[in-house]
């Protein structure tokens, strides 16, 4: 008896994360395979070759993992071709998943798409989340060299140009990129944000009590012009603090994270009372941080006189993945 075809496969090599994935039609993750790429201690991240080349060592690795089972109900191959759904957007680390994609839909006689990075991260996060997607809405996508606020319109309702717009978000580096270099400045393995947010957790515990007596930060504010921002003024007062040793780092690192929710959460009150849009979606690796999802609900708890909705996807979704490339494509073949 042939076996169904329903499942997807999706592939997406990003800047740090070769991943692959399986999604069924009830859009279920049944597969989720990632390998880190391996950035030398010290360093700061990697050059697209060696990246590049990197995904080409790991695919075979993933694919061994989930095809042997498989392959048989693959019925679409789905790949994360560029960074943005947009003219002229291009990073040559996609060009391994788009290959051996290609070489797969052929091998198995199915269809074969290709979507953005972007597209997949908000696919990722959003397909748990109660939010409703036949409304605009706006999206925080948080990633490693990626800080930019999103309005996204409806499937369907615009050219697929226009359905994903910035409207936001830092000018210079991102989030992840600001935690990365001070993390690397501590000494920590990039990426540095899971141990920075482990540290940030703890120090909190140990000195909010003080620090909300005080009612101040350790650092400036950050300049911002409309819905758009400047990091890399941030960066450099809280690497000269580090250098300084004057102030304990584990004190740095929970006022670095303060500031990171306090911009996001004046930027996005801002641009939910102009847009009128209240629904908000936050997705990427930083927003992974249990640090930011904790102080965010706070922040919401005690600030939210606008009433906006706000979803963080699941975690496990939220950093770099194949999943919601995966669900995209099976949404041709499903629906």
């Given at each position: 008896m042939q076996k169904t075809k329903d499942l997807v496969l999706g592939i997406d090599t990003s800047n740090y994360t070769t991943s692959v994935a399986l999604a069924d039609p009830y859009r279920n993750a049944i597969r989720d395979e990632r390998i880190l790429l391996t950035v030398k201690q010290g360093e700061r991240g990697l050059r697209q070759s060696n990246a590049l080349f990197q995904h080409q060592e790991n695919l075979p690795k993933l694919l061994h993992r989930v095809l042997p089972e498989y392959r048989?109900?693959?019925?679409?191959?789905?790949?994360?071709?560029?960074?943005?759904?947009?003219?002229?957007?291009?990073?040559p680390v996609f060009l391994a998943g788009c290959q051996t994609g290609k070489i797969l839909a052929d091998a198995f006689g199915v269809?074969?798409?290709?979507?953005?990075?972007?597209e997949g991260h908000l696919k990722a996060a959003s397909f748990t989340t109660g939010l409703t997607w036949n409304e605009p809405y706006l999206a925080w996508h948080l990633s490693g060299g990626t800080c930019e606020l999103l309005l996204v319109r409806p499937e369907h309702s615009c050219p697929e140009e226009e359905r994903i717009t910035i409207i936001g978000g830092s000018l210079d580096i991102s989030f992840g990129?600001?935690?990365?270099?001070?993390?690397?400045?501590?000494?920590?393995q990039f990426p540095c944000g899971k141990a920075l947010d482990q540290m940030a957790l703890a120090a909190r515990d140990h000195w909010k009590e003080e620090r909300s007596l005080k009612k101040e930060s350790l650092f400036k504010p950050v300049s911002r012009k409309g819905f758009e921002f400047n990091l890399s003024g941030l960066e450099t007062q809280s690497l000269r603090a580090l250098e300084s040793e004057a102030i304990a780092p584990e004190?740095?690192?929970y006022?670095?994270?303060?500031?990171?929710?306090?911009?996001?959460?004046?930027?996005?009150t801002k641009a939910v009372e102009e847009t009128k849009v209240s629904q908000v979606l936050f997705t990427g690796g930083v927003s992974a941080s249990l640090y930011v999802r904790d102080r965010w609900t706070e922040l919401q708890n005690k600030k939210n006189a606008l009433k906006f909705k706000s979803v963080f996807?699941?975690?496990v979704h939220s950093s770099d993945n194949a999943v919601g490339t995966a669900i995209?494509?099976?949404?041709?073949?499903?629906d």
């Open positions: 048989d109900r693959i019925g679409a191959v789905s790949v994360s071709s560029r960074p943005r759904p947009v003219e002229g957007s291009y990073m269809p074969y798409f290709e979507f953005s990075h972007q990129q600001l935690l990365d270099r001070f993390g690397v400045a501590m000494e920590l004190l740095l690192v006022d670095l994270f303060e500031e990171i929710c306090r911009i996001l959460h004046k930027v996005t996807g699941d975690p995209l494509g099976g949404e041709r073949i499903w």
